[in-house]
Structures are given as C-alpha cells and as structure tokens.
T-cell receptor, first 113, second 112 residues
Framework: EAQVTQNPRYLITVTGKKLTVTCSQNMNHEYMSWYRQDPGLGLRQIYYSMNVEVTDKGDVPEGYKVSRKEKRNFPLILESPSPNQTSLYFC????????????FGQGTRLTVV | GENVEQHPSTLSVQEGDSAVIKCTYSDSASNYFPWYKQELGKGPQLIIDIRSNVGEKKDQRIAVTLNKTAKHFSLHITETQPEDSAVYFCAAPPGNGQNFVFGPGTRLSVLP
C-alpha cells in the first residue's frame, strides 16, 4: 500500500531534550516536505526536499533541522525543543514537487513542556 | 513568490445544500490546482485537481472550476452530506512547480 509513515504519532517531551520525528515513504517520490499545523494558521511549511541531499527552508524553519540521505526518509530534528514548537506536524511527499499530488502522513502531535 | 488566499475561512451549510470555496493565487505561471480535504485526526488528502488547460472538472458531487485570467479557482460540493464536514485546503505551486503553497483552509460544517 502506498503510504507516508510518521513516527511517533504522539510525543510529550521536555524543553531542551533533542528529538527526531521520522518520515518514510514507499512511493519512490522525489519530493518530501514537513509542515506544522496550528489552530487558525493552516499548514505552514518548515522544510522541503526536492531530492536526496537537496533541502531548502520553508516559511518557518527556525528551530528545526532536516536531512535527506536516502530517497525514502526525511526526518525532522528538533535539537532543543521549546514550548512554542508544540504543534501538529505533517510529513508529505509527491512524485515531483508542487505539480503533482501530495500524500500526507497521519501526523505527529508534539507537546513540549 | 506565490501567494494563495482562500475564502471563506468557515462555512456552514444545511445538509443537501451546495458549498463553494474560492481560492485566488498570484503567480500567473502556476498550472496545477489541487484541493485537499482534511478530516479530524487525519492528514490532508487530495479530492480533486485541475490543470491549467482545463476550465472545469467534475467527480460525482464535487467539481473544480478554474479562471486563469482572473487567477482564481473554486471547489463546488453539491448535495452536501455530514461526511463532507472537514477542513478544505487549496494549493497552487509557483511557476517552477517545485514546491507547494497552500491556502489557509476552510472549515466546512454540514448541519443535519
């Protein structure tokens, strides 16, 4: 089954403790992206990647890191999480960027206390 | 860069009525216009899309219309049902097609 898989689905952590949210897709897509969703603010893009070893900042990249060492994986790293990073996070992939259908993961609800 | 606006932000309709959500975009080179539906607790999912060489596309109760001259496109849902209640996002990639730019979303409530 074609899918984008995020882990974990739910995470509660403390300020400053490094964490990684994993994202994997099995569709051989070139493009992957991370979004955060907060009430009333829609989907805000954090980082995106057009292919292996190619990443670029989205609208809200501060406090986040990403890497794209393999085509299928695109982890999101919070080196020192803060409470303002409490949010619902989505990973997405598409065959070739914005001109093709985006497939979203189920989301990761992160709480930083 | 591309700017995508979406209206209204919330919409309530009676079951059986029609719903229309409109998006405007700024990059005249954009050529792909999808609509996504996000149900509670899930990620957004594509429901219909249209490319710039087509003015209208239908799929059962949903349709999308595109006006490239005016740079806007609309989602039409007819005979709404309670399961249509969700948040709907439009998107328009910039002309280079590299990235997604989503609208802010519309929360649709279908009242029984």
């Amino acid at each position: 089954e074609a899918q984008v898989t995020q882990n974990p689905r739910y995470l509660i952590t403390v300020t400053g403790k490094k964490l990684t949210v994993t994202c994997s897709q099995n569709m051989n897509h070139e493009y992957m992206s991370w979004y955060r969703q907060d009430p009333g603010l829609g989907l805000r893009q954090i980082y995106y990647s057009m292919n292996v070893e190619v990443t670029d900042k989205g609208d809200v990249p501060e406090g986040y890191k990403v890497s794209r060492k393999e085509k299928r994986n695109f982890p999101l790293i919070l080196e020192s999480p803060s409470p303002n990073q409490t949010s619902l996070y989505f990973c997405a992939s598409s065959l070739r960027g914005g001109g093709t259908e985006a497939f979203f993961g189920q989301g990761t609800r992160l709480t930083v206390v | 860069g591309e700017n995508v606006e979406q209206h209204p932000s919330t919409l309530s309709v009676q079951e059986g009525d029609s719903a229309v959500i409109k998006c405007t975009y700024s990059d005249s080179a954009s050529n792909y216009f999808p609509w996504y539906k996000q149900e509670l607790g899930k990620g957004p999912q594509l429901i219909i899309d249209i490319r710039s060489n087509v003015g209208e596309k239908k799929d059962q109760r949903i349709a999308v219309t595109l006006n490239k001259t005016a740079k806007h496109f609309s989602l039409h849902i007819t005979e709404t049902q309670p399961e249509d209640s969700a948040v709907y996002f439009c998107a328009a990639p910039p002309g280079n097609g590299q990235n997604f730019v989503f609208g802010p979303g519309t929360r649709l409530s279908v009242l029984p």
